[in-house]
């Protein structure tokens, strides 16, 4: 498992969520009928305290986390979130250990 979330990213955490530093965001599978990594799953995300952490990490007053039981949608997978500049968008990519980017 691979995280990388660059600072555009967490600076959009941070106006969407309108939320003060320093806060907790839960990164987990929703299910939607639809999904770039596993058929019919999205990345999701929400302001929780966390509960059973498998993985963390923190960018610029933000801690990002998966709980352990979420931990099977990030397996041999590299997840980067970033902003699309031209739609002022969070973007969200993965990279399986095949090198396939989604």
């Given amino acids: 498992m691979f995280l990388s979330i660059d600072e555009k990213a967490a600076a959009w955490f941070t106006q969407e969520f309108d939320f003060h530093k ?26 929780e305290t966390p509960g059973n952490i498998a993985f963390s990490k923190e960018v610029n007053g933000i801690t990002f986390f998966v709980e352990s039981n979420d931990l099977w949608f990030f397996e041999d997978t590299e997840t980067y979130l970033s902003v699309d500049e031209n739609l002022d968008e969070l973007t969200i990519k993965y990279r399986n250990e095949n090198n396939h980017i989604h």
């Fill in 22 to 47: 320093p806060f907790t965001v839960r990164m987990f599978p929703q299910y939607t009928g639809l999904g770039a990594k596993h058929k019919g799953y999205s990345l999701a995300f929400s302001l």
